[in-house]
């Protein structure tokens, strides 16, 4: 059995709840001059468009989620870029199964995805997809047994979409939980005088997530980065650090 875009999305308007999506257009700045302006919502919560993905994965073609990412639905993109995420991890290698079809699965998901990755336009959509998706093709050889071009991120980071920018700074999250920071580091260099509160946030988290795991890589980058560092993305970035050295940060710069 196969679903088609046009099924999933009639169950996701069944499901409307118009409390929920007055909420929502509050929560994700869809008013005007806001950076979620024009976006329309169900009315959903996150766990019940995760439920319709639950049921539908692997059974949904790419060119139906083509069709899902075209939705002016908030919650129909959402299920599209959820069902691709099971689909880059069906085609993740395991120990017992490491093929040159699943690495050209996991090719043509990923080049998928970059295609429409100005559809995954709010934040929750693009820190949903982007580590699962791009994050996991990163990792793994190509068909040919090299490995993808991490150059993709600062292709992204240079783009002149907003989404495309975040996508660049928070695929590093699954990097990042494989050890590898290089790549955040170069990402959040590119990013860090950006004029917008959401990247602000994204290099903080992605710098915080680095220091969870190897504070002395966060230190060092911050002593040569925190005077020039938005105010929010300093935040983030200690906000797991303990309260004197939260603070001896946030004075540092005040003291030179």
Known sequence: MTYTAQDLTETLLSMHDERQRQMLCRFFKTGEGEYGHGDRFIGLKCPQTRMVVREARHKVPIPEIHNLLLSPWHEVRLCGLLLLVEEMQAALPTRLRHTPEMAARREKIADFYLRHAHRANNWDLVDMSCPKILGNWLLHPLPDGSMPDRSVL???????????????????????????????????????????????????????????????????????????MHRTTLRYAIEKMNAPQRQWWLEKDKKV
Request: charged share 30%; proline share 1%; hydrophobic share 40%.
């Open 154 to 228: 600062d292709r992204l980071a240079m783009s002149s979409c907003l989404w495309e920018q975040r996508i660049a700074i928070v695929t590093n999250w699954m990097l990042i939980r494989h050890d590898e920071y290089a790549d955040t580091l170069r990402i959040a260099d590119r990013l860090l005088h950006h004029p917008h509160d959401l990247i602000h946030k994204a290099v903080g988290w992605m710098l915080r997530e680095v220091g969870k795991r190897r504070m002395d890589i966060l230190e060092d980058y911050l002593e040569r980065h925190s005077h020039e």
